[in-house]
């Protein structure tokens, strides 16, 4: 067939790329949008908080052209980035536990989001004992928790673990300072 | 000699007892991020920032510097037992460091990399203390114009000239420019960019752009690649302690890596993959050993290029203290730093804030000296670090991605925010897009945006400022020859190749 032959030179069209580029004039697009909506006084005319932006978006539209240009050229990525099988299994479950994460902590507070996060996370990287990554993932999580919560004096969410610890450390710190 | 009483001044701050555990802890992280594979200084230094709210600039700049250093050594390490450089500055270093550890003798390698760091480091702080005043003296004559004009120069040499691919540097940094864009705009209180989401009124904290391209989007990377072949821990052999004749190979390696490394850094281009390489070649040329280079590996191809690395991480200090102006992502996180403390790094900095200045470059000898001792007789305590296996290791990086975005404001929509800049570096990481250009684009955008809107200000709306003052004229000019010289050689080069093969045709 005469068609593979000709499909040998369209093939070179990288489609990753290509989406890249694409996604890219879209961001444009949408700082054209945003910059459109800002409101304009009078009195800033000459240089006013638009024509950054403006700037910006026209090189964004060059840059993903260029882009674009790459990939029906073939493309950017090296060899190897295209021969390495992506693993879409462990990806996914990172991406579970970040979700995960996002969902739980609110309801359920920093610390317990964290380890189901973590479990999920060495799961999908390939872990095989469960268990002791839960113990792992507590321990840590409780760590990041009062490191930060209590050393650096950041808020973050507390739930139903860090309330009962926090009781029990305020006990232990009122019979000691008492 | 007014340099020395400033930095007699600075040791008075930087050796009481409470800066040098800030110093102490610094360095002691910095090690360990740099040791462990996915973790950088920037993102450390980042997940840090909530704590400039609550101790003195001295004791968080301190502590910042550590990690920075730190990390410098403790990549080095990872990239001659593993063979897997942390940071895009120790690439050079793995290359015969690696080798010499394969070969048995990673104990010198890591000894000559450790003590060129010290020397080079020690050289590099001393030329921030005496330049910086320098520098200073022509940065006042510096107007609107010409601050905009060299962040302009900043912004190609980084994104640019640096790196594989001009497009794909200024597409990462014009990612950046959005970003810093995003939130109320400061001179006219208009807010850009919020797509109506009141949480988006702030901007967009550097801890989540940092910890979203760096921790998350580097997690995902990992946990895509899994495929991928897996690099071996080469055990420790060999004394640490060098031979007269590793010493005599080093010495001159060292000095050399300094020389070139620090100017390099200093100038408002940065980057450390350029005096790496550098040296190498040169070292790879001047070398009687040249057979050992790239089989068992030669001394003075670790020697050299961590001289140069160490020294121009040095001399980014330079444009980052007394032009406000970073070139690498962890200058940049150290200037929003400053921006946390109200304070605006420029040509006043030095005479406005002696005390933080010169503590820190002070902390700096001091933190060279911590370093050399924490990473040669206690090697052993980094080794193991090593082994620490990645399930592990990236689910607790992820942990504290959470508590550093989370903590900001227990908002939900800021993870959100963190997930879509992870995803973001996740296609960046694969794609081979550089992450450092969008924080650097992120933070300095909206400086040069300041600048460019007070320049246009005092001309009255007359663009022709950048163009008249010879000094803005000849920084733009830099940055376009910076822009388009490469491809316009580049073309050169392709021509005068192909041209013999033309001949014949033609003839």
């Given amino acids: 067939m005469s068609s593979s032959d000709q499909q040998a030179a369209p093939s070179r069209l990288a489609v990753p790329e290509l989406l890249i580029g694409v996604g890219l004039l879209a961001c444009a697009g949408a700082v054209a949008w945003q ?144 | ?113 450790a003590i060129g760091s010290f020397v080079a480091g020690t050289i590099g702080t001393m030329g921030v203390a005496f330049l910086a005043p320098v520098v200073v003296k022509f940065a006042l004559a510096f107007g609107p114009a010409e601050y905009f004009s060299l962040m302009v120069l900043a912004f190609i040499t980084v994104s640019a000239v640096l790196g594989s691919s001009s497009v794909r540097g200024l597409t990462s940094l014009f990612a950046g420019f959005v970003i810093g864009m995003i939130g109320v705009d400061l001179q006219t209180g208009q807010p850009r960019f919020t797509f109506g989401m009141t949480e988006l009124l702030d901007g967009v904290d550097v801890i989540i752009a940092a910890v979203g391209l760096f921790a998350v989007g580097e997690t995902l990377y990992m946990a895509s690649r899994r495929y991928a072949g897996k690099d071996e821990i080469v055990p420790l052999r060999g004394s640490l302690y060098m031979t007269s004749a590793e010493w005599g190979r080093s010495w001159k390696p060292w000095l050399r890596g300094a020389a070139i490394g620090f100017p390099i850094g200093a100038m408002p281009a940065g980057g450390a993959e350029i005096p790496t390489f550098l040296s190498y070649a040169i070292e790879k040329k001047l070398s009687n050993h040249k057979e050992e280079f790239g089989t068992v590996g030669a001394i003075e191809g670790v020697a050299g290029p961590e001289a140069a690395n160490n020294a121009s991480a040095a001399g980014v200090l330079v444009p980052m203290l007394t032009l406000g102006l970073p070139t690498s992502a962890t200058a940049a996180i150290m200037l929003s730093a400053f921006q946390s403390y109200g304070i605006n790094p420029g040509p006043l900095l030095l005479t406005t804030q002696g005390d933080l200045v010169w503590g820190l470059i002070a902390s700096l000898f001091i933190a060279n000296v911590i370093l050399v001792i924490l990473n040669l007789p206690l090697i052993g305590l980094w080794v193991r670090l090593l082994k620490i296996p990645a399930p592990q290791l990236y689910a607790g990086i992820l942990v504290f991605a959470t508590v550093g975005t989370y903590g900001i404001s227990q908002s939900p929509i800021d993870l959100v925010i963190l997930y879509l800049l992870g995803a973001a570096g996740f296609l960046m990481r694969r794609f081979d897009f550089p992450t450092a250009p969008v924080i650097i684009g992120m933070i300095l955008g909206p400086l040069a945006e300041t600048q460019f809107r007070r320049a246009m200000t005092i001309s009255n709306g007359d663009w022709s400022v950048f163009y008249k003052h010879p000094l803005s004229l000849t920084l733009l000019t830099l940055a376009f020859i910076g822009l388009v010289g490469p491809h316009i050689w580049a073309y050169v080069e392709h021509r005068r190749r192909r041209g013999p093969e033309h001949v014949p045709g033609d003839a």
């Fill in chain 2, 1 to 113: 000699m007014e340099t020395l009483g400033h930095l007699a001044h600075g040791f008075s701050v930087a050796f009481t007892p409470v800066n040098l555990l800030w110093c102490l802890l610094g360095t002691t992280l910095g090690t360990a991020i740099g040791v462990l594979p996915g973790l950088g200084p920037a993102l450390t230094i980042a997940l840090l920032l909530p704590i400039t709210y609550q101790v003195a600039p001295e004791a968080s700049f301190i502590l910042f510097a550590g990690i920075y250093y730190g990390a410098m050594y403790g990549g080095s390490t990872t990239s001659i037992l593993l063979n897997t450089p942390g940071e895009s500055a120790t690439i050079v270093t793995a290359l015969e460091g690696n080798k010499m550890a394969r070969s048995g003798r990673g104990g010198a390698a890591l000894a000559t990399s």
């Fill in chain 1, 35 to 178: 910059t459109l909506a800002i409101p304009v006084s009078p009195l800033y005319s000459k240089v006013g908080p638009t024509v950054f932006p403006y700037l910006t978006m026209v090189g964004l539209v060059v840059l993903s052209l260029l882009l674009i240009l790459a990939a029906l050229r073939g493309g950017w990525q090296p060899e190897e980035e295209k021969e390495t099988p992506t693993d879409w299994r462990a990806m996914g479950f990172v991406v579970i536990g970040l979700v995960a994460n996002l969902l739980l902590i609110q309801p359920l507070g920093f610390t317990a989001a964290s380890v189901i996060m973590f479990v999920l996370v060495c799961y999908g990287f390939g872990s095989k004992r469960t268990l002791r990554d839960v113990g792992l993932g507590l321990i840590l999580a409780l760590a990041a928790y009062f490191g930060f919560a209590r050393a650096l004096g950041v808020n973050i969410g507390a739930g139903f673990i860090e309330n009962q610890l926090n009781t029990v450390i305020d006990a232990i710190i009122g019979t000691f300072g008492a």
